[in-house]
């Protein structure tokens, strides 16, 4: 069995900074793309950012400059370095895999429970 686990989610200023991790665990063969979605309050969920398996980056427009998106393959871990935070950026935060099992050799889509990011003063 495959799971995601989010963390890294809290309270902070517009204008901080917050990191997200996105730890895979479990019968893992492979990860391919990871990608990090949001949704806020009375909001259709969106993606924020996705890195493949080589490594290629793309970005929610609203995020471009600000969000950062890495991958630490040896940890099973994808990360969002989340800069100049603003209060629109407040929403729940879901990490989304697509791995392969080692059990079975089948790639399926992976969701995390999601992880709480709140911009306020």
């Known amino acids: 069995q495959v799971q995601l686990v989010e963390s890294g989610g809290g309270l902070v200023q517009p204008g901080g900074s917050l990191q997200l991790s996105c730890a895979a665990s479990?019968?893992?063969?492979?990860?391919?793309?990871v990608r990090w979605y949001r949704q806020a309050p009375g909001k259709q969920r969106e993606l924020v950012a996705g890195?493949?398996?080589?490594?290629?980056?793309n970005y929610a427009d609203s995020v471009k400059g600000r969000f950062t998106i890495s991958r630490d393959n040896a940890k099973n871990t994808v990360y969002l370095q989340m800069n100049s935070l603003k209060p629109e950026d407040t929403a729940v935060y879901y990490c989304?895999?697509?791995?392969?099992?080692?059990?079975?050799?089948?790639?399926?889509?992976?969701w995390g429970q999601g992880t709480q990011v709140t911009v306020s003063s």
């Open positions: 890195i493949t398996s080589a490594g290629s980056t």
């Open positions: 479990g019968s893992i063969f492979n990860i391919y793309g």
């Open positions: 989304n895999a697509d791995i392969a099992d080692r059990r079975d050799f089948y790639t399926r889509n992976y």
